[in-house]
């Protein structure tokens, strides 16, 4: 990924000095809302926005700013989009439309356990981008939405804006941190998703009245 890390750097850097703020404001709200972080994740386009920062292009307290304002208003579009048109879209699609009858199972699950995985999503970058749109197919009430992502959301916009701004002049190291925290916040989430199903199989059904 360190490849396509200073690819990223040498197409959008110069256009930082100039328009830093609107890319970042850009490319984070379109991360979560329509699914663009699958094509250029947001971690990376914030952590050159610290980058920037550090060499005083740009103002690091903005940076933070924009990125958390960005991503929140990012990821209630996706929520909102998954709620309204998310059924819909599921039945309508090939293969996909099998999970039909399972957004009963997808609402309790966002009812029972969306909390920690929307705060875990914010942070397993490419996966994570579906999450806000899942929770909105699953229902998941929009308060209880909110009160999970804000604060996941304003520690990712510190975290690796700070990232970029302590440790820029090491990309490799940069790449390295990206990579491994958004896997391991991954494999966190895949680890609760297996334990789950697993106490489901294990717990025996009760007898209908």
Known sequence: MLAFFE???RRFGP???DAGYQIIAGAVLLERSIFV?????G?????????????SELGLGWVMLVAALAASIGEST???LGRRYGPRLVSRLPFVNRLVPRLD??????GEHGGKTVA??????VAGSFIPFAAGVGRMPYHRFLLFDLPAVGVWAVGITLIGYYFGENLDFVDKAL????????GLLLVFLVIRALRRRRTPKQPSA
């Open 15 to 17: 256009l930082f000095e």
């Open 179 to 186: 990579q491994r925290f958004g896997l391991t916040m991954l």
């Open 78 to 80: 996706g929520y909102w």
């Open 37 to 41: 972080g699958l094509i250029v994740p």
């Open 7 to 9: 690819e990223i750097i």
């Open 105 to 110: 199972a997808a609402q309790d699950y966002f």
């Open 43 to 55: 971690d990376v386009v914030l952590a050159l926005g610290g980058i920037y920062a550090s060499r």
């Open 120 to 125: 875990i999503g914010r942070f397993a970058t």
